[in-house]
């Protein structure tokens, strides 16, 4: 029997912008484009939504603004971003590599720079006049928005299309057996806490030990405050 065929969170992303009947908002480089959008291009959430000029989508900075970034809904995710990431807030999509080679950036620069980003591409910005690595490509770079900029609805399809899937050691399939169909859900192992110190009284203290000794300092404050 066949294996079903599984939906991946960016298809569900894809699914959406297709429809055109939510909209695309902006959740990455806020702090890039915080200072430079006005409020009236904000949702409640405070994230940059796309809005429409003459009836192409599009983001922009308020509603002058004489150079909106124009998307096409039947494109994915990935081209919808570009023109905002790259034309509005002059990102770009490259790697270590090729700034290097650009001479963008220098060779203490790119020594600097974890390796996975040295040679894998990602969007860079300039910070302080430097190239800095700032996102890879991933659905949480954006999310999809009613008209009164409720999530709920996108949020629910993404759950139940394209559930988060757990990795490294909480990975079910490294942390437990696998499961048969049907079985019960594992009981959660408790922690075994260690036992609590206990505190002796000064005559317990002597009781135990085998040869005549002087408690502590401390002890014998206690015991002393004790008998007052």
Request: contains cysteine; hydrophobic residues 35%; aromatic residues 8%.
């Amino acid at each position: 029997m066949a294996a079903p065929a599984t939906t991946t969170r960016t298809a569900v992303a894809n699914t959406q912008l297709s429809a055109g009947k939510r909209i695309l908002v902006l959740r990455a480089s806020r702090r890039m484009w915080k200072p430079l959008v006005d409020a009236s291009q904000l949702d409640r959430q405070g994230r940059w939504m796309s809005t429409t000029q003459g009836g192409k989508p599009c983001f922009m900075f308020s509603q002058g603004d004489a150079a909106p970034a124009f998307f096409d809904h039947a494109a994915d995710y990935k081209d919808a971003l570009t023109p905002v990431l790259a034309g509005k807030l002059g990102m770009a999509y490259t790697s270590a590599t090729q700034l290097l080679e650009q001479e963008k950036i220098t060779q203490a620069d790119f020594d600097a720079t974890v390796p996975g980003s040295q040679t894998a591409p990602q969007w860079w910005a300039k910070d302080k006049g430097v190239w800095k690595p700032k996102s890879k490509w991933t659905i949480n770079m954006c999310d999809f928005v009613n008209k009164s900029g409720s999530n709920v609805t996108y949020q629910r399809a993404l759950d139940a299309q394209a559930p988060k899937k757990l990795r490294g050691p909480l990975s079910p399939a490294r942390s437990q057996p696998p499961k048969e169909p049907g079985s019960p859900l594992p009981r959660p192992v408790k922690k075994k806490q260690a036992p609590r110190k206990r505190k002796l009284s000064l005559n317990a203290w002597l009781a135990e030990r085998e040869e005549p000794v002087s408690p502590p300092k401390k002890m014998r404050a206690r015991a002393a405050s004790r008998r007052q």
